[in-house]
């Protein structure tokens, strides 16, 4: 059954509104937001926010902050979660082939980080088959609860395990998981070096961590930038972490797969 079925749990009168504003969050240009806040506004802002994320790990931070010369992206909200199942991502991702580049197995124990409502987790899920897991992980519980709605109605409960977890706590089991796959998700990370370093535990040792980044040495992807990766970028966060660099997939029309391992 295509992942287009799935039904979200989104009030309907909004989601229009709430697709149009978060499919321009990501892919159109800054300009065409509203005025940028006073800086003196922007400050109360920014501490406020600050004080909220210390108070509750999964409310999301306003201003990221860069990381290594690069800015960090914001998070995308849930109440843009409709843009995950758009009619064209299967053309723009083609997400059976992405899979196709991990050689998974029957058995395998993969985990989806930033799985969103399970776009990718369902498909793994299917590969690795009954006698194998997949751990859904988010950080957002909005997102894990259409996430969980959407594996009860495929009938996937038996293989997918939805978590909530933080920007600082992978909440994955240590050294059981073969492969990690985030799918345009590393570069919305608050905490890139809490995350990187969580993910190390939970892998196995020669276990793979993938990330599916929009290219941003490709001006014709028409993705916002902060939400693009180049290849050179993330060899340098991800190695200065202790992964080996293993490939750079370029099978996709839009998307790096870059695959790094865990050393034995
Ligand atoms: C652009 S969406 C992609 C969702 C999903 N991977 C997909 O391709 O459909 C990014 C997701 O990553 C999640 N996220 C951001 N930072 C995260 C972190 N540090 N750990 C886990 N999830 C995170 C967000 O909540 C959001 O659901």
Request: proline share 7%; net charge positive.
């Amino acid at each position: 059954m295509g992942m287009y079925k799935m039904g979200l749990k989104i009030c309907r009168p909004y989601q229009s509104i709430c697709l149009l504003m978060f499919a321009l969050a990501i892919v159109a240009p800054r300009s065409s937001f509203g005025q940028e806040p006073k800086p003196s506004q922007k400050k109360v802002a920014d501490r406020k926010a600050a004080e909220k994320v210390e108070e509750d790990p999964h409310q999301l931070p306003a201003n990221p902050g860069t990381f290594m010369g690069r800015a960090i992206a914001p998070v995308m909200s849930y109440l843009g979660a409709d843009w995950l199942l758009r009619e064209t991502r299967e053309a723009e991702e083609q997400p059976e082939q992405m899979i196709d580049a991990l050689s998974l197995k029957a058995g395998d124990v993969v985990a989806d980080v930033g799985a969103g409502v399970g776009y990718t987790s369902v498909r793994i899920a299917k590969r690795v088959g009954s006698s194998g897991k997949v751990y859904a992980t988010d950080i957002q519980p909005q997102m894990i609860r259409m996430l969980k709605s959407n594996i009860r109605s495929m009938k996937l409960e038996k293989v997918i395990i939805p978590t909530l977890c933080t920007a600082t706590e992978t909440k994955l089991p240590s050294g059981e998981i073969d492969l990690i796959i985030m799918v345009d998700v590393y570069h919305e990370c608050s905490n890139p070096i809490e995350t990187l370093q969580g993910l190390k535990k939970a892998l196995k040792p020669g276990g793979r961590l993938v990330l599916i980044e929009f290219r941003a040495e490709d001006p014709d992807v028409p993705i916002r930038p902060e939400h693009k990766m180049t290849l050179a970028q993330a060899r340098k966060e991800v190695e200065a972490q202790g992964f080996k660099f293993q490939k750079n997939d370029e099978r996709l029309p839009w998307q790096h797969i870059i695959i790094f391992q865990k050393p034995e």
